[in-house]
C-alpha cells in the first residue's frame, strides 16, 4: 500500500517570499508523483507531476518539485509567493502498475501574509 | 475543451435518504474516478470506473456505489444516509495516468 505524509499542516509566509512543501510516500513499487492546488470551493487543480526522467519538475504558476529516490520525498518549492498564492495543497502518488487511484496526503495549507 | 462537470454543486439531504451525484468527464476520457473530502479524513477515493466497468473500490461501505454510462458520464450514490456522509464530493476524469487527473468542482452534500 502507499502512504503520502505532508509534513506541515500550516505554512505562512509573507509576500515575495521563498516557499518549501514538503512531502514524503512510502512505497514497495514504483509510483508516479503529483502536486494538487485547491482554491476555496473549488476542486483541485494539477499543479505538477513526476512521471520519470529529470528529477526537477517545472508546474504551473512558477512552482516547482524535486524528486527524490534516495529520501522517498518531492518537495514542492516557489521561489517568490503571491497573495494569489494562498491555498491548500495536496500532494498525492499513484502505482504505475496496478489500482488506478490517487493516495492523497493530508495537505498543507498555504497563508501568504501582505 | 470542456472540463470535469459535476452536478449539482450543494445539495442538503436529510439523514436516511439516498442521493445521486453526477459527473460528466472530459470529453475522450474514460476513466472516472470519485473522491470524498472531509475535514477530518481528508481526500479519500471511492471508486474508479473504466468503459463502464468499476476497476477500484475504496474502504466504503455498501451504500456507495456508482455506475458508468457508454458516454463515459459517471453517478454516485449513497443510500440511507448518515451525518456522517457530509463531505465535498470530487470526481476526477483521466485519458491515462500518466497524464494526471482533471478534478471538477464537486458537489458539496450535507446530511441534516
Known amino acids: 500500500a502507499q502512504s503520502v505524509t505532508q509534513l506541515d499542516s500550516q505554512v505562512p509566509v509573507f509576500e515575495e517570499a521563498p516557499v518549501e512543501l514538503r512531502c514524503n510516500y512510502s512505497?514497495?513499487?514504483?509510483?508516479?508523483l503529483f502536486w494538487y492546488v485547491q482554491y476555496p470551493n473549488q476542486g483541485l487543480q494539477l499543479l505538477l507531476k513526476y512521471l520519470s526522467g529529470s528529477t526537477l519538475v517545472k508546474g504551473i504558476n512558477g512552482f516547482e518539485a524535486e524528486f527524490n529516490k534516495s529520501q522517498t520525498s518531492f518537495h514542492l518549492r516557489k521561489p517568490s509567493v503571491h497573495i494569489s498564492d494562498t491555498a491548500e495543497y495536496f500532494c498525492a502518488v499513484t502505482v504505475i502498475q496496478g489500482a488506478q487511484k490517487l493516495v492523497f496526503g493530508q495537505g498543507t495549507r498555504l497563508t501568504i501574509n501582505p | 475543451k470542456a472540463g470535469v462537470t459535476q452536478t449539482p454543486r450543494y445539495l442538503i439531504k436529510t439523514r436516511g435518504q439516498q442521493v445521486t451525484l453526477s459527473c460528466s468527464p472530459i470529453?475522450?476520457?474514460?476513466?472516472v474516478s470519485w473522491y470524498q473530502q472531509t475535514p477530518g479524513q481528508g481526500l479519500q477515493f471511492l471508486f474508479e470506473?473504466?468503459?463502464?466497468?468499476?476497476?477500484n473500490k475504496g474502504n466504503f461501505p455498501g451504500r456507495f456505489s456508482g455506475r458508468q454510462f457508454s458516454n463515459s458520464r459517471s453517478e454516485m450514490n449513497v443510500s440511507t444516509l448518515e451525518l456522517g456522509d457530509s463531505a465535498l464530493y470530487l470526481c476526477?476524469?483521466?485519458?491515462?495516468?500518466?497524464?494526471?487527473?482533471?478534478f471538477g468542482s464537486g458537489t458539496r452534500l450535507t446530511v441534516v
Open positions: 470506473y473504466f468503459s463502464e466497468t468499476q476497476r
Open positions: 476526477a476524469s483521466s485519458l491515462t495516468e500518466m497524464g494526471g487527473y482533471t
Open positions: 470529453s475522450g476520457h474514460r476513466s
Open positions: 512505497s514497495s513499487v514504483s509510483v508516479y
